[in-house]
């Protein structure tokens, strides 16, 4: 018989990592100095923090030759001795995210070390969110912000820490699609072009996704669609916010001098809450720097509409 993973379970771990390994211990402490600030863009706020921990994720190396040339940080023979997990399905372990930028961060990666693709695995995210329903899950692409391309994981958060979750009640949404429990929304006016499922069944969300999974480009080279997922239960429901995606980074990340921006946006960005590792670009960020980030990286307007037309035709 398999155990229940709860949310109590990974606070406990939490707890018990925090008194037991100084470097996690320390980083989370520090999470209590981070700075932030909010932008106001009408019916919804972008927040946008300074968090120097998160400079090894910012500006991970993801290409081919450097991840070949790297030891596996989410393999279970090369994590820190310190470092403890829960078991989940026999798949997937639980651990505390050492470079946090939740209160509450956990990373859950696979025990086999296979590539960070989402297909045949976003039911295993539902049930995550099920089962740890105190916390938002989140996926990032192998070219979307996943600082690990090359082994497959899932990260969480405590909830009311990302905007969307309560953004989605009340900003501009257009219904795609709807059958017995379960509805697709498309974002309006959001910045950043996305989908929302909202289902009741478990069988129906994974099937819509499937089939959108199947509607989005395979960009050349890659061997999925870009995208980031946001995922979490509440009142009997799944929301999943799905961000398809154009691009890895914008062209500020590259930029030099005072045009320059370290921002590698993933899904937490992407849920509202913009992670700049460097003070420079906390100061500087301007309210069109971040329409232009999200603008740059997130599928057009039109390969949105296009994408809506598609997703009607499915029933």
Same mark, same amino acid.
């Given at each position: %018989?398999?155990?229940?993973?709860?949310?109590?379970?990974?606070?406990?771990?939490?707890?018990?990592?925090? $008194?037991?390994?100084?470097?996690?211990?320390?980083?989370?402490?520090?999470?209590?100095?981070?700075? #932030?600030?909010?932008?106001?863009?009408?019916?919804?706020?972008?927040?946008?923090?300074?968090?120097?921990?998160?400079?090894?994720?910012?500006? /991970? +190396?993801?290409?081919? *030759? #450097?991840?070949?040339?790297? *030891?596996?940080?989410?393999?279970?023979?090369?994590?820190?001795?310190?470092?403890?997990?829960?078991?989940?399905?026999?798949?997937?372990?639980?651990?505390?995210?050492? !470079?946090?930028?939740?209160?509450?961060?956990?990373?859950?990666?696979?025990?086999?070390?296979?590539?960070?693709?989402?297909?045949?695995?976003?039911?295993?995210?539902?049930?995550?969110? +099920?089962?740890?329903?105190?916390?938002?899950? !989140?996926?990032?692409?192998? *070219?979307?912000? /996943?600082?690990?391309?090359?082994?497959?994981?899932?990260?969480?958060?405590? *909830?009311?820490?990302?905007?969307?979750?309560?953004?989605?009640?009340?900003?501009?949404?257009?219904?795609?699609?709807? #059958?017995?429990?379960?509805?697709?929304?498309?974002? $309006?006016?959001?910045? $950043?072009?996305?989908?929302?499922?909202?289902?009741?069944?478990?069988?129906?969300?994974?099937?819509?996704?499937?089939?959108?999974?199947?509607?989005?480009?395979?960009?050349?080279?890659?061997?999925?669609? %870009?995208?980031?997922?946001?995922?979490?239960?509440?009142?009997?429901?799944?929301?999943?916010?799905?961000?398809?995606?154009?691009?890895? $980074?914008?062209?500020? !990340?590259?930029?030099?001098?005072?045009?320059?921006?370290?921002?590698?946006?993933?899904?937490?960005?992407?849920?509202?809450?913009?992670?700049?590792?460097?003070?420079?670009? !906390?100061?500087?960020?301007?309210?069109?720097?971040?329409?232009?980030?999200?603008?740059?990286?997130?599928?057009?307007?039109?390969? %949105?509409?296009?994408?809506?037309?598609?997703?009607?035709?499915?029933?």
């Amino acid at each position: %018989m398999k155990t229940l993973v709860t949310s109590d379970n990974a606070k406990n771990l939490l707890s018990e990592q925090l $008194r037991e390994w100084e470097q996690a211990r320390l980083n989370y402490e520090a999470l209590a100095k981070v700075e #932030s600030k909010d932008f106001s863009f009408g019916k919804f706020i972008i927040k946008v923090q300074f968090n120097p921990g998160r400079i090894q994720s910012s500006a /991970a +190396k993801v290409d081919a *030759k #450097s991840i070949q040339e790297r *030891k596996c940080f989410l393999c279970p023979a090369n994590l820190p001795e310190i470092q403890k997990g829960i078991p989940f399905e026999n798949t997937y372990q639980i651990l505390v995210n050492p !470079f946090p930028i939740f209160p509450q961060h956990f990373t859950i990666p696979t025990y086999q070390h296979v590539d960070q693709l989402i297909l045949h695995r976003y039911e295993d995210m539902l049930d995550l969110a +099920k089962n740890l329903d105190e916390y938002t899950f !989140f996926y990032n692409g192998p *070219k979307c912000g /996943a600082s690990a391309p090359d082994h497959a994981h899932f990260q969480a958060g405590n *909830k009311g820490f990302l905007p969307i979750e309560k953004d989605i009640k009340h900003i501009d949404k257009e219904q795609v699609l709807e #059958s017995e429990g379960l509805t697709v929304y498309a974002f $309006r006016n959001y910045l $950043r072009n996305g989908l929302l499922i909202e289902a009741e069944d478990k069988k129906q969300a994974v099937n819509i996704f499937n089939n959108l999974y199947s509607l989005l480009e395979i960009k050349e080279g890659e061997k999925e669609p %870009m995208m980031n997922i946001i995922s979490w239960y509440q009142d009997g429901k799944w929301f999943s916010c799905i961000f398809p995606r154009e691009k890895h $980074r914008p062209s500020c !990340f590259f930029a030099e001098g005072d045009e320059n921006i370290l921002i590698s946006p993933a899904s937490v960005d992407l849920g509202g809450v913009f992670i700049t590792p460097l003070e420079k670009d !906390f100061k500087k960020i301007t309210t069109e720097d971040i329409q232009t980030i999200l603008k740059e990286v997130c599928i057009s307007d039109s390969d %949105m509409l296009a994408l809506i037309g598609k997703i009607k035709n499915l029933l």
